[in-house]
Each structure stands twice: as C-alpha cells, then as structure tokens.
C-alpha cells in the first residue's frame, strides 16, 4: 500500500505552496486539499498567464492528476462555481478532474455575515480574518450545527438550511448587525445545484482504495504551520489545523498512510493580518522585500508584513509536522541584499533560547541575527546558484537538519531548480 506524501507551509501561509504542488503533480496521480477553505490563495504561473485558486487543489491544470477537495475543507459554493467558470473557459474537464467529499462542510452567506460582524465587534482586539466565514463554519462544525455537502442531496436540505440560519440571525441580533440575506441567497442557491452537478463521493474510501491500488497521492495543505489552531500563534491563528497531523483528520487516511512530509518557507517571512511576528521589520528593508516580491495578498489584496527569516519558528514547524524535506521559496527576492540576516535565538528576559513561547505575544522577545553574505546577482533566470546562495542553503540545513530539495528562483514554474531528489 502507497503512502500519501504531505505538502503543507511552515510560517503563515503564503509561502508558495501552490507552485510547488504544481511543480511536483507530474509526479502524482491525485492532489487532494485537507483543510481550510477560500482563504486559501494558491497561486501557480505558466505559460505568462497567473492563476488563484481559493478551494480547487494545484494540480487541477494537470490532465492526467485527479483533484480531490477533502472533508477537512470548507466549501463556498458561490466562491467554488466562480473558480470551476474560470477553469472550464481554460478547457479543463471539471466533471473528470475534480472530485469533492460529502462530508465537508458547506459556508452559509449568514457564515459570512457572522464573520464581519465579530470582527467589527473587536475593534482593535481583530484578528485579521479574510471574512470568508470560514471561522463560523467550523464553529457550527465543532457544535454540531453544520451542513456538509452530501446534505444537498437530502429531500430535506431546505429545512436544513432554514433552521441554521435561524440561529445565525439571532446571533447577528445579539451583534446589532445590518445586512440583507435576501441579496445573498440567489446566487448561494445557483451555485448549490452546480455543486449538485460536480461527483461528490465517500472520500476516505476513495482515497484509502487509490492508495491500495498503489496511486501515487498528495495531500495540499492551506495557509500554514504557524496559524495552525493548536500550535500556532494562538488567538491570531486560523480555524483548521495546518499540519500534518491535519491531513489524517482532513482526508481520513491513518497516520502509518503519511510518506514524506515538503515542508515550504520562504527565503525571509511575511504575516498577513495581526498577530505576532519576532522579526517583522517597521523600515526601508520591509519595505524593499514588500515590493520586489510584490507581498500582496492573493486573495484579499493586503499588504504583507515582512521580516527576516526566522529559525525557531521554522524548527518548531518542522518538529511538529516531522518534516522530511525542505523547499525555499522566492530565493530571488533576496537578489540585491548586501547582506541577508537570519534570527537564530530568541532573547527573552534576557534569556537565550531556540524555543518559541507558549505566550508569544505578550513575551518580549528580541530576535537575535547572523549575517550572511548576499550574492547580489539576478538569479531569475539562473539553472546553477551562486556560491552565496548556496552558503545561505547550506546553513538553513544545518541548522533545521532537513536537506533542501527544490529553490524556486520566480514565480514560473520553469523557474524551478531541483537541488536534490525526493527523500525515499
């Protein structure tokens, strides 16, 4: 019996997964996403044309790669029916390609309302959600509440639906919240009977039976390790867990069905949204790496925190996610640094430590650097790196003890070197 391989982010989110996943699906027969929902914003480009898919996993481009969207996730069926208008303009055979769980969960127009309307009511205390009604959705799923997508197929659906919407408008009374359902539900229903038309299968037996079969199987994660629900930087952290561990829970494969586990981090660190961030830099450097690697939300459009990487926030993620090898995105960016600065500790209190803090947003931590040599030259283009660069790889390495396999060096797909071949 094969094991699926787990591709997922190391810092919080936007680190490049969607590239990668389509970089590596020639490799892979089916690509299935275990969590999260459209605040996911995988970008892939090819061919001089960008493409964002919120929901639909990577390697939907991909003829021969069947795309499983698994129960860990949770579907917009406006947002979902906007992604599948676009793909099939592109030629993409959806009905053949795309393959959806009955038990994941659906958002509801009043998730979405739920979602704006607590974070108008933190004022200052918000979290910096994407108000996609993602965080209400798996707070119904937790209580009980929810709809999955195999509900649609009940003769009782409208009831169904009717009856949670109830509680919704109670608790956006409770918010004094304005809103109008009535513009949002025509389209919400229009896009549930595409939904209706798409295969929606059991997919823990389908995914269990293809690896039986010996299919060679992916499963993408969204956002990343550090917004993960449990270990990440807690309350500025998102609704599903992000981690491998997540992949079990989010496809129904057992944990002795987990291969090898790409973990994905780019060459500096970016946060969307608030939360804590050691090494953000407040100055002319951000703001250097914000604009040449162009750190713009995909799906919400804001503007990215930057900072230097940070190592005890990576070996953490690679500790808790048993990360096998490692992939550097946006090497690029770094291309006109004379120097490139990495956090190795943290000093807290005064005290030297590798660890992140239980409390680490409230803990005065001051981050503490090496400088390494940048290589000042255009790499865009590159099939071999520079000596700097390499230094730079090789010291990430030693310092996580996880080999770096694959550099991406621009957003393309071509621009894509491969240091070393998969761990077996």
């Not at 994941?104 to 994407?130: C, N």
């Not at 949002?184 to 293809?210: C, G, M, R, V």
């Amino acid at each position: 019996m094969n094991k699926a391989d787990v591709l997922l982010g190391l810092q919080w989110g936007d680190e490049g997964k969607g590239k990668v996943v389509d970089v590596l699906t020639p490799s892979y027969d089916m690509i299935c996403r275990f969590q999260g929902g459209p605040n996911a914003g995988h970008t892939l480009e090819f061919n001089g044309i960008k493409h964002v898919l919120n929901t639909i996993p990577s390697g939907i481009f991909h003829k021969h790669c069947t795309n499983v969207i698994g129960n860990g996730v949770v579907i917009d069926p406006v947002i979902l029916k906007r992604e599948i208008d676009a793909l099939i303009k592109m030629g993409v055979d959806i009905k053949k390609q795309l393959l959806v769980s009955k038990r994941a969960h659906l958002i509801l127009p009043t998730h979405r309302l739920l979602d704006a309307a607590s974070e108008a009511s933190k004022g200052k205390e918000k979290i910096g959600s994407t108000l996609k009604g993602i965080g209400p959705t798996y707070m119904d799923k937790t209580g009980r509440n929810g709809l999955r997508v195999g509900d649609i197929l009940s003769t009782n659906f409208k009831e169904k639906y009717n009856s949670l919407v109830e509680k919704h408008k109670q608790l956006l009374a409770f918010h004094n919240f304005e809103y109008n359902l009535g513009e949002l539900e025509p389209a919400w229903f229009q896009a549930i009977d595409e939904l209706k038309q798409l295969t929606l299968i059991d997919s823990e037996y389908y995914i269990n039976q293809a690896l039986k079969a010996g299919k060679k199987v992916l499963a993408e994660g969204a956002q990343g390790s550090m917004l993960d629900i449990d270990f990440g930087t807690y309350p500025f952290v998102t609704s599903s867990n992000t981690m491998t561990a997540g992949c079990c829970t989010g496809l129904g494969i057992s944990p002795r069905s987990v291969g090898n586990v790409i973990g994905i981090f780019k060459a500096y660190c970016t946060r969307v949204g608030s939360g804590p961030f050691p090494t953000e830099l407040n100055d002319e450097t951000g703001e250097t790496m914000r604009k040449i690697g162009n750190e713009y939300g995909s799906t919400t459009g804001r503007a990215r925190r930057c900072g230097w990487l940070d190592l005890p926030a990576l070996k953490y993620a690679i500790m808790i996610n048993g990360v096998s090898e490692l992939t550097m995105m946006k090497a690029d960016v770094m291309d006109d640094f004379d120097t490139i600065k990495v956090c190795t500790h943290y000093l807290i209190n005064g005290e030297k430590t590798e660890m992140l803090p239980f409390d680490v947003i409230n803990a005065d931590i001051t981050p503490v650097y090496k400088e390494i040599k940048g290589w000042k030259q255009n790499i865009t283009a590159a099939t071999n790196l520079p000596e700097e660069l390499l230094s730079y790889i090789s010291f990430i390495e030693e310092n996580t003890g996880v080999p770096i396999s694959i550099v991406s060096v621009g957003p393309d797909r071509k621009q894509t070197i491969v240091l070393k071949k998969q761990v077996a």
